[in-house]
Every structure is written in structure tokens, then in C-alpha cells.
């Protein structure tokens, strides 16, 4: 992996990400732009290219390619939270009309937090099914604004991919890099998430009414929560033990975990990382993405369990065959590498 924490003073990774994440999450208070007299796209533009001014003022090489990642990161978050959870307008992004069935405002006047409401009551009058809230929002877009991904979806892909890079900053800084915000993790990984916004976007087009499943959205966002929590309880139990590639040598501080989560699996954060995976396809109605997420996870939990259990083995011996006795790996039909006794 290409390393950064040599060049960068040891402890200071975990500060410059949180401060540039929370940076870049202070798009939460774009409206307060708008309501200045700024329009929508005139004072998002300004505020994109103000904090990438800041960062480049703040930082060098390559502590600037920490922030700009955790930057980025935490203003995909902040807008997926401003625009899922909060009664500001989709108009501070400068992408939303109103509805045919309301009167249009004059264009320099600002679309408040009770005309946001009104017209979320509006297109609620209009549709008898039961939609997510950006969902309702979309009706009245009018082609300006195309929802690629669910918001609940772009928050907890960007928050897991930061907390990734964070927690392995504060448990293992010796193994951290900018590989460990996993932006990079394969190609693989690219086309699977590639293959979900395109499945999701052309069936949100052709067959809307199968991303209004209330119920199975939210079962996966709870699969998002379960799965993310626990491979992040997972990655802070193991603490300098967990490293994101699997290792052929045994260093002087490694030693076998048993406690906590890991009494519970073997595998807890591949158990994590599994459900968090799936769920995010739950969470956006892909059955497609869902069926093939499903598949090809399990196959490289499989693979990858076998491949990290040899050198377990091999690390520890009797303790480690002992401790894979009385604890699965949690994984559904996965039992790890089979032992020639």
C-alpha cells in the first residue's frame, strides 16, 4: 500500500480527517447562503471552491491528500443529510421547481423551510403510496435534478468509507494510509457500486413503485446500521491486531483476540462488512444488485477467510484451532479452512 504516515507527524492523521470530514459537513449550513441573498448553485459553487481554497492554503503534500479525501467525504455526508433529514430546501443546490399545483415565486426570493413543507404536503395530496421523502421531493424536479442514489444510501457510503480511514488512524496508525479510506479498494468494488446506481436510477425511471417498498428500505438501513457498527466494534476490540490486508508475517505485537465481539464470531468485521454490503442494496430496492452483492461477497468472505485463517493458524497453532472450535465465523455457511488432522 502506498504509506503517508511516515511523512506525516505520528497521532495527527485522525485530527487533520476529523477536522477536514467536519470541514466538508458544514454544507449543513448552506442555507444560511441562501437566505444571505445568495441563489442556490451561485453560493454552492462558492462554497466548493472556498473549501478547496482553504485546504490548499492550510496544507501541503501529503497532508492535503488526507484532507481533500475526508473533506470530500464529509461533504457527500453533509449533503445527503441536509437534503434526507432536514425541511431546508432542495432549492439552496439550486435543483428544485416547485409543483404545477403551486404558485411560482419570484425567482430571486428565497423557498423557505414552511414553502419546503407545503410542497412535500402538496405531492403527498398526489400520490397515494407511501414514498421516502427524497422520493416525494423528486416528483417536483421536473428534470432539473436527477437522484442518482438514495440519500440514506450516499450517507452511509461516505461515513463508512471515512470511519474506515479514522479508526485505523487511532488503533493501528502503523499500518495507515491513504489506502485505508478504501475510495481505492478494487475495481471489483468499483463496477459493483457503479452497477447499483445504474440499477437503481433506470428502474426509479421505468418502474418507480419499486423503490417505494417502505418496509424492505428500511430493513436494509437497519442491515447498514447493524453491519456498520459491528465491524467498527470489531476493528476497535482487535486495535493494532486489524490491519486491512491480510498478513503473511506475524509481528512482535500481534497477538490472537478472543474477547468481545470476537467471542461472538470469528470473523466479526468480514461479519460487519457482509451485511453492511447487502443491506446497502436492500436499503436502495436493487433486487438485481441485491441477489449479485449477495453472491459475490459470500464467495470473497469465503476465500478471504480461508486465505487469513492459514496464516492464523500458522501464527498461533493449537490456540487458534482451539479458539475456531468453539466459535463460528459468523458468516452464513462459510466455516473457515478445514484442518487436515
Not at 8 to 19: N, Q
Not at 175 to 197: M, P
Amino acid at each position: 500500500m502506498a504509506g503517508c504516515a511516515a511523512r506525516v507527524p505520528p497521532g495527527s492523521e485522525a485530527r487533520l480527517s476529523l477536522a477536514t470530514f467536519l470541514l466538508g459537513a458544514s454544507v449543513l449550513a448552506l442555507p444560511l447562503l441562501t437566505r444571505a441573498g445568495l441563489q442556490g448553485r451561485t453560493g454552492l459553487a462558492l462554497y466548493v471552491a472556498g473549501l478547496n481554497a482553504l485546504l490548499l492554503l492550510l496544507y501541503r503534500p501529503p497532508r492535503y491528500q488526507i484532507a481533500i479525501r475526508a473533506c470530500f467525504l464529509g461533504f457527500v455526508f453533509g449533503c445527503g443529510v441536509l437534503l434526507s433529514f432536514s425541511q431546508s430546501s432542495w432549492n439552496h443546490f439550486g435543483c428544485v421547481k416547485l409543483s404545477s399545483s403551486e404558485e411560482q415565486r419570484d425567482h430571486n426570493s428565497s423557498f423557505t423551510q414552511g414553502d419546503f413543507f407545503n410542497f412535500v404536503c402538496d405531492i403527498r395530496k398526489h400520490n397515494s403510496t407511501t414514498q421516502p421523502l427524497f422520493l416525494q421531493a423528486q416528483e417536483g424536479v421536473n428534470g432539473v435534478y436527477v437522484c442518482l442514489v438514495s440519500l440514506r444510501y450516499v450517507c452511509s457510503l461516505s461515513l463508512f468509507h471515512y470511519s474506515e480511514y479514522l479508526v485505523t488512524a487511532v488503533n493501528n496508525p502503523k499500518s495507515l494510509s491513504l489506502d485505508s479510506f478504501l475510495l481505492n479498494h478494487s475495481l471489483e468494488y468499483t463496477v459493483a457500486a457503479l452497477s447499483s446506481w445504474i440499477e437503481f436510477t433506470l428502474e426509479n425511471i421505468f418502474w418507480p413503485e419499486l423503490k417505494q417498498i417502505t418496509w424492505l428500505s428500511t430493513t436494509g438501513l437497519l442491515m447498514v446500521v447493524f453491519g456498520e457498527c459491528l465491524r467498527k466494534a470489531a476493528m476497535f476490540t482487535a486495535g493494532s491486531n486489524f490491519n486491512h490486508v491480510v498478513q503473511s508475517e506475524k509481528s512482535d505485537t500481534h497477538t490472537l483476540v478472543t474477547s468481545g465481539v470476537y467471542a461472538w464470531f470469528r470473523q466479526p468485521s468480514y461479519v460487519g462488512w457482509f451485511y453492511w454490503s447487502i443491506g446497502t442494496q436492500v436499503m436502495l430496492c436493487n433486487p438485481i444488485c441485491g441477489v449479485v452483492y449477495a453472491l459475490t461477497v459470500w464467495r470473497f468472505f469465503r476465500d478471504r477467510t480461508e486465505e487469513e485463517e492459514i496464516s492464523l493458524i500458522h501464527f498461533f497453532g493449537e490456540e487458534y484451532l482451539e479458539y475456531k472450535k468453539r466459535v463460528p465465523t459468523g458468516l452464513p455457511f462459510i466455516k473457515g479452512v478445514k484442518v487436515e488432522l
